[in-house]
Every structure is written in structure tokens, then in C-alpha cells.
């Protein structure tokens, strides 16, 4: 699993390039040294750090069905991950698919290391989903895929202790976990790590 920091460190020129975008301190809250995870960029701005392939759809579908370039794919050029869509009819659709399917691979493959000094420091973005420690998001929403994120960072900073994560994120344990269900390979990640550590696997 890749993480942030290598990224940054592996370019210089893609390190300006973030701090630079005025979305980081928008999202990022009170803190001005944590840098922003990559899901939080727009789509103009994750595109510019993306290779687009446009390709043509395959399978059955009559004569035209594979006259017109549809399908999509994504090469996130500083990691490396990438994503496709093919499904939908129009290449704006399957762009907007694309672009959310590879902000989970984002969200679920690239981890920050940077160190949090509070538990005050939490993106305007996850506080205007907690109500009184709830989590309300829907995981097919543009924004589950950054909250995610934040949330798998915030775990790794506490050894992946739940509680601790939840404390600092300012919502319950059982909101968290119910978060992280929501994305089966998260739920398996967040696991596996546990017991890496020796910490009993949650149910």
C-alpha cells in the first residue's frame, strides 16, 4: 500500500502542485500542515493528475455499439491506480463512474502519514455529516469515498484502535464501523490490520 508521503516525496514538482490548490484549506479545517488526501480534489483537479483513455464498449449491442468511444478509463499517474467504466451510454456518465470508482481505489490504497496534533483537526467535510455522533452518508454519494478516506487515515495514526479513531473523529465506535462496512474491502483492510497486530478481529 502506497501512502502520501511517499508520494510527495517521489515528486517534487506534483508536491507544489497540491499544497498549492486552495481546496486543501477548505477541507482540511483549522490545519495547515496535514496535506490533503486526494479524494478531496475536485474533478478538475483529480483529472489533471490523471491519464484518460477512452476506448471503445464491448460485447453485443447491435451494429453501432462499438462505433462510438464510450468507455473510460483512468490512470492515476502519481500512484498508479486506475479505473474503468463502460456500462452507462454516454461517456460523460461513465466518466463520472470512473472518477468515483477511482476515488475508493484512492481512498482504500493511499494512506497519509501525516501527524494530526489534535483531535480537533477534522475536515469541514466530515463535520458537516456528524449530528450528535452520527454519521449520515450514503456510500454511492460523491463525498463517501473522501470520508472514507479520513476516516482509514485517521485509523492508521491510532494503530487501527477504533476507539481512538472514533474519539478523535468525533463519532461513535459503532458509527465508525458502521462506516467502514459500507465498503467491504475497507471492512477487510481495516481486519487485517488488527490482526497484524494482534488486536482480535471485528464483527
Sequence with gaps: MATLAEWFVSGEHHRETIEDRSLAQFHLGQSTGYLMHPCFLSEDQLLADCTTIRQRRSGPGGQHRNKVETAIRLEHRPSGLTAQASERRSQAENLKEALFRLRLE????????????????????????????????????????ALLAEALDVLQRVDWDHKQAAERLRISPSQLLKLIKLEPRAW????????????????
Design 106 to 145: 484512492l481512498a482504500l490504497n493511499l494512506r497519509s502519514n501525516e501527524p494530526v496534533a489534535t483531535a480537533e483537526e477534522v475536515s469541514t467535510l466530515w463535520m458537516s455529516r456528524v449530528r450528535t455522533g452520527r454519521m449520515a452518508v450514503n456510500p454511492g454519494h460523491a463525498d463517501f469515498p
Design 188 to 203: 477487510l483492510l481495516l481486519n487485517t490490520r488488527r490482526q497484524e497486530r494482534g488486536l482480535h478481529p471485528l464483527a
